[in-house]
């Protein structure tokens, strides 16, 4: 997951600082890494990547559980919350955490309740991710750094913008063929999709 990539770099640096303490910071990364190749600006990357870290802070704080056990994905302001979290009321906090963090504008809850599937299932769920990154990476067809992918519980869930439908669903297709897939789920727009207009006219 990028956050955590990115976490400690963007406090370093004063990006976002406030949004850093007190949390651990985990993990190292470059902030602009394949920014310039994207079809989002690079000043919209890092503010997706700032409230990422800001909602991924505020949930260390609140518990190292759902820090552990909820991914975030943000794509112009639009939060996804993916994983499997002990209880209904952790899946309300999470989304509450969500929505009242600077710059969101649309909060999708793909969370689920049950018990952590422990470590040979996250191995299997990386190794789909893994898979599918390779895969789309060697697709001259598709377009992968506009792409962000997360598996949880064999289900893959693919975010990000896509330049076309046809596009689209070449990376959903290449998802489903993936050994140990069950599901896939598309939460990615197209690059003319109309609701990218309306995140871009919400006040910050």
């Not at 949930?59 to 302001?77: I, K, M, P, Q, Y």
Request: with cysteine.
């Amino acid at each position: 997951m990028k956050t955590r990539l990115l976490l400690a770099a963007l406090c370093l640096s004063g990006f976002g600082l406030s949004a850093c303490a007190p949390a651990i910071l985990i993990g190292t990364g470059a902030v602009a890494v394949g920014t310039v190749a994207e079809d989002r600006t690079t000043m919209a990357n890092l503010e997706d990547s700032r409230m990422e870290l800001s909602i991924q802070n505020a949930l260390l704080n609140h518990s190292g559980t759902l820090f552990r056990d909820v991914a975030v994905e943000v794509t112009e302001g639009r939060v996804l919350l993916i994983g499997t979290v002990p209880t209904r009321e952790d899946r309300v906090v999470a989304t509450q955490i969500a929505w009242e963090t600077e710059g969101v504008t649309a909060v999708e809850d793909s969370l689920e309740i049950g018990e952590n599937q422990g470590t040979m299932a996250y191995l299997t769920d990386a190794r789909i991710s893994n898979t599918l990154r390779l895969e789309m990476l060697t697709d001259t067809s598709i377009k992968s750094v506009n792409y962000n992918i997360e598996t949880v519980n064999r289900v893959v869930h693919i975010t990000g913008l896509a330049r076309s439908r046809t596009e689209l669903d070449r990376v959903i297709r290449r998802a489903q063929e993936v050994e140990g897939v069950q599901r896939v789920v598309s939460h990615a727009l197209t690059l003319d999709d109309p609701r990218r207009a309306v995140a871009a006219t919400v006040p910050g």
